[in-house]
């Protein structure tokens, strides 16, 4: 590999077949080598963000709700508060003199204002650093108002996205348990991390319909605060992908005795080992047989379109920088699908586990990387000569700017990937990205030689 990279990060990028596997995840990202992570605080306000009749206050400077105001798309079929950000908006005086008294009156203003489900108040650096006490605020204005207000402890500084991922579940558990439970079916669950970005959650919800399978709540796209209150009626957790609610899971297993498995509903084998395993774990022959046919339906429509992008998409190469590693194994997988190669994969938060599994699945010469940035993908993408990008809203200027394809499997996504319809999706997104004309009229491959 001919690749610049600053020598402090040497461990955490590793190419397949160069030596035994190793690689260092899990740190601190480096300073000065501008991580694409984010903050704590955006890690917890990207989870809770769906929840659509909720309101979201943010504890801090404007800057802080400002860079995370719609955040994701997560489309309501309901109220749409969530869309509004709201900010106490500190300044020089409140850091001196405390900001406790302008979140109280921020707080009763806004619930007398739009009469909220719920109100969730994010903690950010600054109130970290001058100790307002949201949790003794919140506890008042619930009690003012009988609308429960949740502090969010998500001072951005004290760890990375995962860290904010905890915060939370931490905020989310304080909802669940809170609604009664009478009349849920014992086919009954959950689904845990998607954030219906465009409208993914609606068709998952079809499929278990299908199936004959009740989902009490949707945590958190499309969210809703009355159902998941009711969320610990349920027989079993379905958590997806990156593990932004793991921790969730883990904590109603604990507390309600709730098993839950993990997923992903992204390509054709994962999405349907998702539908398996939910039927597999409720052992009814009906629930079965109905995932059977619904799966046969939808493959017998899905395969004769992915074979006709298959005959263009051969061989040509593409590259996966995600969240958490968790989408990368669908991805991959989707991508061979298409007869495509995947030269280079790397996410913001993977777990040694996740880059275990990611050796044991990528081709040799496959470059694995955790925490980058954007000088080394930059790097990456050029020395691996790459037709298209995967990745979220700041791995888009890079590829653009190198004349790279790419598709924003992140925050910003227009078309549902998720589903058999959402692998139709994404192929004919990847194959109209590939094929474009434009790339004769950009500078790639001098860039390249
Ligand atoms: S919480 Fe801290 S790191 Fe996050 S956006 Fe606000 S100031 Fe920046």
């Known amino acids: 590999m001919n690749v610049n990279i600053l020598e402090e990060?040497?461990?955490?990028?590793?190419?397949?077949?160069?030596?035994?596997?190793?690689?260092?995840?899990?740190?601190?990202?480096?300073?000065?080598?501008?991580?694409?992570?984010?903050?704590?605080?955006?890690?917890?306000?990207?989870?809770?963000?769906?929840?659509?009749?909720?309101?979201?206050?943010?504890?801090?400077?404007?800057?802080?709700?400002?860079?995370?105001?719609?955040?994701?798309?997560?489309?309501s079929s309901n109220r749409e508060l969530h869309r509004l950000s709201f900010s106490t908006d500190l300044r020089e005086r409140?850091?001196?003199?405390?900001?406790?008294?302008?979140?109280?009156?921020?707080?009763?203003?806004?619930?007398?204002?739009?009469?909220?489900?719920?109100?969730?108040?994010?903690?950010?650096?600054?109130?970290?650093?001058?100790?307002?006490?949201?949790?003794?605020?919140?506890?008042?204005?619930?009690?003012?108002?009988?609308?429960?207000?949740?502090?969010?402890?998500?001072?951005?500084?004290?760890?990375?996205?995962?860290?904010?991922?905890?915060?939370?579940?931490?905020?989310?558990?304080?909802?669940?348990?809170?609604?009664?439970?009478?009349?849920?079916?014992?086919?009954?669950?959950?689904?845990?991390?998607?954030?219906?970005?465009?409208g993914e959650i609606w068709i998952i919800k079809d499929y278990y319909r299908r199936m004959g399978i009740e989902v009490v709540s949707t945590i958190t796209g499309d969210g809703k605060v009355k159902e998941i209150q009711r969320a610990h009626g349920a027989r079993l957790n379905v958590v997806q992908c990156s593990g932004a609610t793991l921790s969730l899971a883990k904590m109603m297993e604990e507390r309600y005795g709730i098993p839950y498995i993990r997923v992903s509903y992204f390509g054709v084998d994962d999405m349907a080992d998702a539908l398996y395993r939910v039927a597999d774990h409720f052992k009814d022959k009906r629930i079965m047989e109905n995932t059977r046919s619904l799966i046969k339906e939808e493959l017998d429509s899905l395969y004769p379109a992915l074979k006709?992008?298959?005959?263009?998409?051969?061989?040509?190469?593409?590259?996966?920088?995600?969240?958490?590693?968790?989408?990368?194994?669908?991805?991959?997988?989707a991508f061979r699908l298409l007869g495509m190669k995947v030269v280079l994969v790397?996410?913001?938060?993977?777990?040694?586990?996740?880059?275990?599994?990611?050796?044991?699945?990528?081709?040799?010469?496959?470059?694995?990387?955790?925490?980058?940035?954007?000088?080394?993908?930059?790097?990456?993408?050029?020395?691996?000569?790459?037709?298209?990008?995967?990745?979220?809203?700041k791995e888009r200027p890079i590829a653009y700017k190198l004349g790279i394809g790419f598709c924003d499997h992140n925050h910003e996504r227009k078309e549902a990937l998720e589903g058999f319809i959402g692998m139709y999706n994404f192929a004919k997104e990847v194959h109209a990205t590939v094929m474009s004309p434009v790339w004769r009229f950009v500078p790639r491959k001098e860039m390249r030689s």
């Not at 619930?111 to 108040?121: D, G, K, L, Q, T």
């Not at 938060?349 to 599994?357: C, F, I, Q």
């Open 9 to 75: 990060r040497t461990g955490q990028v590793y190419e397949k077949g160069q030596g035994p596997f190793s690689l260092k995840c899990n740190l601190d990202s480096l300073p000065g080598a501008v991580s694409q992570r984010a903050c704590v605080f955006c890690g917890s306000r990207v989870v809770l963000y769906p929840i659509t009749d909720a309101l979201h206050l943010v504890h801090g400077p404007i800057g802080c709700a400002v860079y995370t105001w719609d955040i994701r798309g997560a489309l």
């Open 94 to 198: 409140d850091v001196i003199f405390g900001g406790e008294e302008k979140l109280e009156a921020s707080l009763l203003e806004l619930i007398e204002r739009y009469m909220p489900s719920a109100a969730f108040v994010y903690s950010t650096c600054i109130v970290g650093i001058i100790g307002d006490d949201i949790q003794a605020v919140c506890k008042r204005v619930s009690q003012k108002t009988g609308v429960k207000c949740i502090p969010v402890q998500s001072e951005g500084f004290k760890g990375n996205k995962r860290a904010g991922y905890e915060a939370a579940c931490n905020a989310l558990i304080e909802l669940v348990g809170s609604g009664p439970i009478d009349g849920i079916s014992p086919f009954s669950i959950n689904i845990l991390g998607d954030f219906n970005l465009a």
């Open 308 to 333: 006709e992008f298959r005959k263009d998409l051969k061989g040509k190469r593409a590259a996966i920088y995600v969240g958490g590693a968790f989408k990368a194994f669908s991805l991959i997988k």
């Open 346 to 393: 790397g996410s913001q938060t993977g777990t040694r586990e996740d880059y275990e599994e990611l050796e044991a699945v990528t081709d040799p010469g496959t470059v694995i990387v955790d925490d980058s940035n954007p000088l080394e993908l930059s790097e990456f993408l050029k020395e691996k000569d790459v037709d298209i990008f995967v990745g979220g809203v």
